[in-house]
């Protein structure tokens, strides 16, 4: 909270600013977001204006390192040790091909949504997280708290909770914050009623549910 609470304070205080010096915004500004890097180019000095610069690159590139080989390691561990035994040099070559694979998918989709009419960074930022961190929240509660969840369920969960946010994102039903919600409550509400109907491998699943430390009291 701090955090948000920072980054909205910095756009309230550019709205007062430019209210006050209408003069000091270019007319050539029609998008939202380009008002903080007009500010930092027009009115900061140099020094500052490179610092500024310098930060978010590097805010940037740790971010984006750190994505990356997060992502490579789950595939590694979750999929690819599961299709190919091979040898920890073979398993450290596939990370670093998943890696190349994963800027590339990154930069391809970069340059697609820079060809998009975006009205709002915030507003796609939030669409975004509705469609992944909803899908895996509730992917981990259904694989906590429940014994009949099942591979097939989980991925028909993950699959209608990105139709639904999707649904969501097209009619605006809620409010662009309540996507996380919808996406996390379809994804377990679907993977549930998947696996009950599609039945799974049978074993004792416990030691990985919430049930473990019911049944130690």
């Known amino acids: 909270m701090p955090a948000t609470l920072l980054f909205f304070f910095v756009g309230t205080v550019l709205y007062v600013y430019y209210k006050h010096n209408p003069a000091d915004?270019?007319?050539t500004i029609t998008d939202g977001d380009a008002i903080l890097p007009w500010y930092i180019y027009s009115e900061l000095p140099q020094g500052i204006t490179g610092l500024l610069i310098s930060g978010i690159f590097a805010a940037a590139m740790s971010t984006?390192?750190?994505?990356?080989?997060?992502?490579?390691?789950?595939?590694?561990?979750d999929?690819?040790?599961?299709?190919?035994k091979r040898d920890s040099m073979n398993s450290l070559f596939a990370a670093k091909t998943a890696t190349l694979l994963l800027g590339i998918a990154g930069i391809a989709f970069a340059y697609m949504m820079a060809t998009w009419e975006i009205k709002s960074l915030w507003d796609e930022f939030n669409k975004i997280l509705g469609i992944i961190l909803g899908s895996l929240g509730g992917l981990f509660l259904l694989g906590m708290i429940t014994r009949r969840a099942n591979a097939t369920g989980a991925v028909c969960?993950?699959?209608?909770?990105?139709?639904?946010?999707?649904?969501?994102?097209?009619f605006q039903y809620v409010h662009l914050l309540l996507y996380t919600t919808t996406g996390f409550i379809s994804c377990f509400v679907i993977g549930y009623i998947a696996s009950l109907i599609i039945s799974g491998h049978k074993k004792n699943i416990d030691h990985l549910?919430?049930?473990?430390?019911?049944?130690?009291?």
Do not use: D, P, R
């Open 25 to 27: 915004l270019s007319l």
């Open 64 to 77: 984006l390192s750190s994505s990356m080989n997060s992502a490579a390691t789950a595939y590694i561990v």
């Open 79 to 84: 999929i690819h040790s599961k299709i190919v």
């Open 157 to 170: 969960g993950i699959a209608g909770s990105i139709i639904v946010q999707l649904v969501m994102i097209h």
């Open 209 to 217: 549910t919430i049930y473990k430390i019911f049944s130690k009291k």
